[in-house]
C-alpha cells in the first residue's frame, strides 16, 4: 500500500522557517517525480516545488527563493523535503507532498497524496 506521510507543520510566526517531511511507504520516492503543493482556506489546492529524480527543482514563480525542495534517497531514507523561509502570513495553507511518474505542475497529473501538513504563519 503506497502512502506519503507529511510532517513538520506548525504555527510560526511571519519570517520564520520550518522544514516539512514527506515520508514514503509502499513507494521508493526516488523513482518519482515529487511535489510539493498547499492549499489556503477557500482556496484552490496550488503548486509549490517539484523535484526530478535525478534531484533537479523547479518552483512555483512566487516560492522560489524562499522555498527550497530537497530529497533524501540514501540507504534507509524515503523522505522528501519542503524548506520553507521567510515565511509570511499568505503561505498559511495544508501543504501535502504528492508522487508523479513524470514532471508536472498539475495536481491532477500527481497520482499518489498525502494527508497534508498545516502551516500557520501569524503577522
Known amino acids: 500500500q503506497v502512502q506519503l506521510v507529511e510532517s513538520g507543520g506548525g504555527l510560526v510566526q511571519a519570517g520564520d522557517s520550518l522544514r516539512l517531511s514527506c515520508a514514503g511507504s509502499g513507494i521508493t520516492l526516488s523513482n518519482y517525480v515529487m511535489g510539493w503543493f498547499r492549499q489556503a482556506p477557500g482556496k484552490e489546492r496550488e503548486f509549490v516545488a517539484g523535484?526530478?529524480?535525478?534531484?533537479?527543482?523547479?518552483?512555483a514563480d512566487s516560492m522560489e527563493g524562499r522555498f527550497t525542495i530537497s530529497r533524501d534517497s540514501a540507504k534507509g531514507k524515503n523522505d522528501v523535503y519542503l524548506q520553507m523561509n521567510s515565511l509570511k502570513p499568505e503561505d498559511t495553507a495544508v501543504y501535502y507532498c504528492a508522487a508523479a511518474p513524470h514532471a508536472t505542475r498539475r495536481a491532477t497529473e500527481f497520482p499518489s497524496w498525502g494527508q497534508g501538513t498545516a502551516v500557520t504563519v501569524s503577522s
Open positions: 523535484i526530478w529524480r535525478g534531484g533537479a527543482s523547479y518552483y
